[in-house]
């Protein structure tokens, strides 16, 4: 069993305490946005990752789930709208069009149902 050490603050002795290493990982756009929505809105969930060592591991999921699912919803809704390779020969402007909506639109999804969600 490890013995704890101690730092005298004053008249207070403080545990000297720290996190074990977690893995450096670089997050995307939807991890960060997950970790500052838990860091701002659901704190007892973000410390408890943090301090369990869960956290990088928790946004990497957020991450590959969040990018899976936008670009399934992308393909779904592009073959439904009838955004084709045809359309982007014919009409440049209009494919780029439908395709930043389509974007827009699995993004809010995504946004709403993995990276807001408790």
């Not at 809105?41 to 990088?56: E, F, G, P, Q, S």
């Not at 439904?80 to 389509?102: C, P, Y």
């Amino acid at each position: 069993m490890m013995g704890i050490t101690y730092t005298r603050q004053g008249d207070y002795n403080l545990p000297n305490l720290s996190l074990p290493e977690q893995p450096e990982a670089e997050l995307g756009v939807y991890a960060r946005m997950r970790r500052r929505f838990l860091r701002d809105h659901h704190k007892i969930l973000y410390y408890n990752l943090l301090t369990h060592c869960a956290l990088t591991q928790h946004l990497y999921d957020i991450e590959q789930a969040a990018m899976d699912m936008e670009e399934r919803l992308i393909r779904q809704m592009a073959d439904r709208q009838g955004v084709t390779e045809a359309l982007k020969a014919q009409n440049q402007m209009m494919w780029v069009q439908k395709m930043n909506s389509i974007r827009n639109a699995a993004r809010e999804i995504v946004l709403y149902d993995i990276i807001y969600a408790v």
